[in-house]
């Protein structure tokens, strides 16, 4: 898919330290709403690094052999490293109908319709952030994390989605404060993925996600 003029599609190959990629956030964010620069849909993975959102608690960072940097979304403890695709959304609300609650439902429903394109079963829970897909032993797991940043109606951050992470590395937390479940990724399923099939899959999909932004929020219970 080609975007729309007004949206810059950027891709990257090689890892972006989370520090240099919030900092590059923060400052398009304010070109954004300034009407400075275009829109950013950002493609990309981390060197490994534990996040900690404004909800995070200091008893669910269980081991922090990486660093930890303050992330300023919403959320708890979050795990991004190689082997996950991190897609970073900044868009101008203002500009389209949709409420925050709304936006994080669009880009929910763009990871489900992408991950269904590889034939996994993926859903929303109430109550757990993220969407999960049943494991390997049939118990349900996570395959994607989300948390978004709203300043001044400019969006910031957006999701994840583990392709062929190192599982273990998410040991250090408690990912998003929930114990009872864990992770999981492409490659545990048993699905052959790349960040550049994954990408495609995920362009393929972005005209939809871009539509629902503009219909005004409806509000559909959780999947």
Not at 16 to 37: C, F, K, Q
Not at 74 to 90: A, D, E, I, M, S
Request: glycine share 8%; proline share 4%; hydrophobic share 40%.
């Amino acid at each position: 898919m080609t975007l729309p003029a007004n949206i810059e599609l950027r891709i990257d190959r090689t890892t972006i330290p989370y520090r240099e990629a919030l900092d590059a956030m923060t400052v398009r964010n304010a070109a954004i709403h300034s009407g400075e620069a275009r829109e950013l849909i950002w493609l990309l993975e981390h060197p490994p690094v534990y996040t900690a959102g404004t909800s995070a608690d200091e008893a669910e960072l269980l081991d922090p052999r990486f660093e930890v940097v303050k992330a300023g979304r919403g959320g708890r403890y979050t795990y991004h490293g190689p082997g996950q695709r991190v897609c970073y959304v900044l868009l101008d609300l203002s500009k389209r109908s949709r409420d925050a609650r709304g936006y994080v439902h669009a880009l929910e429903s763009w990871m489900l319709r992408t991950l269904a394109t590889f034939d996994i079963k993926a859903f929303r829970r109430d109550g757990r952030i993220g969407i999960w897909t049943p494991d390997i032993d049939r118990r349900e797991a996570k395959i994607g994390a989300i948390g978004v940043r709203i300043r001044r109606w400019v969006t910031m951050h957006g999701f994840a989605v583990n392709l062929i992470p190192d599982l273990s590395h998410f040991k250090g937390i408690v990912p998003c404060g929930i114990e009872e479940f864990g992770v999981t990724s492409f490659e545990r399923l048993g699905v052959a993925i790349d960040a550049e099939t994954w990408d495609q899959a995920l362009l393929d999909q972005a005209e939809e996600f871009l539509a629902e932004l503009e219909r005004p929020c409806q509000r559909e219970a959780a999947e």
